[in-house]
Every structure is written in structure tokens, then in C-alpha cells.
């Protein structure tokens, strides 16, 4: 059984950081790791992936600012977030899409003064 469990998020005034961090098991042969935002009403939008090669994709919205990283021994994933801006506030969801995908429960970023 594929398990999430996902931490970090929360509130932070615009310009500050957060980390949000999620580690998955139970997952079975390669698979892609990442972090997605949905903000209420709306899809559920990329903002940053790593293969099980390591190759790195971005939104652009946060190319320069987040850095995802993850680590191959831990099954995890972390994005940090830096200069973070109101319109990164929304729900993030981890990721992790192999043979199947899986979601986690989804933690809540706030950014406002």
C-alpha cells in the first residue's frame, strides 16, 4: 500500500520562505516525485517534479525562486521556497506518479501581509 505523508506549508509574509517535504513507500519501480498547487475552484497546477533520473521541471512562475530536491534513499521529496509571493498562496499536493499515480492530503501555503 502506497503511503504519503506530506509536512511544511503554512503562513509567511511575501519575500519570506518555506519548505514543504514529502516522503512516500510502498511504491514499487521508477516513479516521479513532486509538487503541484491548487487553488481554490481551480486545477491542480505543476510547480515542480524530479524524474527518477533527477531531471528537474519547473512552472515558470517559480523557475528561479523554488528548488526542489530529492533524496533517492529517503524516498523523498523537498521543495524549498524562497521570495515567495502572494500568488504562490494555495493547497500543494505531493506527487508521486509511477505505474499509477498517488496524491497526498495536501498542506497549505499562505502568502500575505
Known amino acids: 500500500q502506497v503511503q504519503i505523508v506530506e509536512s511544511g506549508g503554512g503562513w509567511v509574509q511575501p519575500g519570506g520562505s518555506l519548505r514543504l517535504s514529502c516522503s512516500v513507500s510502498?511504491?514499487?519501480?521508477?516513479?516521479?516525485m513532486g509538487w503541484h498547487r491548487q487553488v481554490a475552484g481551480n486545477q491542480r497546477d505543476m510547480v515542480a517534479t524530479?524524474?527518477?533520473?533527477?531531471?528537474?521541471m519547473y512552472a515558470d512562475s517559480v523557475r528561479g525562486r523554488f528548488t526542489i530536491s530529492r533524496d533517492y534513499a529517503k524516498n523523498s521529496v523537498d521543495l524549498q521556497m524562497n521570495n515567495l509571493k502572494p500568488d504562490d498562496t494555495g493547497d500543494y499536493y505531493c506527487?508521486?506518479?509511477?505505474?499509477?499515480?498517488?496524491w497526498g492530503q495536501g498542506t497549505q501555503v499562505t502568502v500575505s501581509q
Open positions: 524530479v524524474t527518477s533520473h533527477g531531471v528537474m
Open positions: 510502498g511504491m514499487d519501480g521508477p516513479y516521479e
Open positions: 506527487n508521486v506518479n509511477g505505474k499509477d499515480g498517488y
